[in-house]
C-alpha cells in the first residue's frame, strides 16, 4: 500500500466525519 493512499483514506474518513458532526450539531 502507498504512503499517498494510505493519506487519501485518512483525509476522507475525516472529512465524512467532520461533515457528520456538523450535521448532527445542526439537529
Known sequence: ???S???RN???TFNLGSR???VF???
Request: charged share 20%.
Open 10 to 12: 485518512l483525509h476522507l
Open 1 to 3: 500500500m502507498g504512503q
Open 25 to 27: 450539531r445542526r439537529s
Open 20 to 22: 457528520c458532526s456538523i
Open 5 to 7: 493512499e494510505v493519506a
